[in-house]
């Protein structure tokens, strides 16, 4: 949701159960003028329940809701065209199947990217489960946790044809990994952690518009490493970049 702030997102994708004027997300998805023809209001939508404790551990709950039943009429009329796609991981079989139906019709790699940041949803289901993806995905992110329960190694992706690895370490920082070399990234140092829910997608996001800005590695690797670090000022998307923050520290890392 990040990149739609950044000024980088042209399609959105998602179900709402709710009328879809009302809601807020959709409100922010206008302002933004990010095009809003592939919003589905159909069934219930998923709903996570976070607890973090005092140490800033969490725990998260999540309901599937039944959306992703319907999520193949998405683009039974209109197939829209980007040159990039992200995605993360679906909870339900018809969300997955859906997944490797749409990746399948993206053919053309050079002009076309895929990213994919599959979490441990994906990474539980193991290595043959998710190659089909792999195959086609050109930016691959990952966690240490994942990559042992994949039972991947780097050389492994890299061979596959994952253009670059993005390997979020947590506290440590991130290291990209590419045929071209290695380059890790400390951590932002913050004064005070109020939530870290999200922050590695917001880490995805400073990294994708990065990579869309025409960036050299090192400094979509600072980008991701800023964006996610910022998030954690506050809860939710209060904490995240806001179009002028993002821009400055374009203008910075440049």
Known sequence: MLMWIFGEVKHYEVHYSE???KMAGYIELEKAEVSTEYMLQKAET???LIIIDKKKERFIAVSPGNCENYISELFKNKFPETKLWHFSSFASSEGQNFQKELISRLRDKKHTKVSFDPGEVYARKGKEFFLPFLKRCNLLFITKKELNLFSFDVKELLKLGVEKVFLKKGKEGAELISAEGRFMERALSVKKVVDNTGAGDYFNAGVLAGILKGLRDVQIL?????SA?????????AGCLSKKEFENYINLVK
């Open 19 to 21: 009328p879809l004027k």
């Open 46 to 48: 998923s709903l996570a």
């Open 222 to 226: 600072k980008l991701g490493i800023y």
């Open 229 to 237: 670090g910022i998030s954690l000022r506050n809860y939710g998307r």
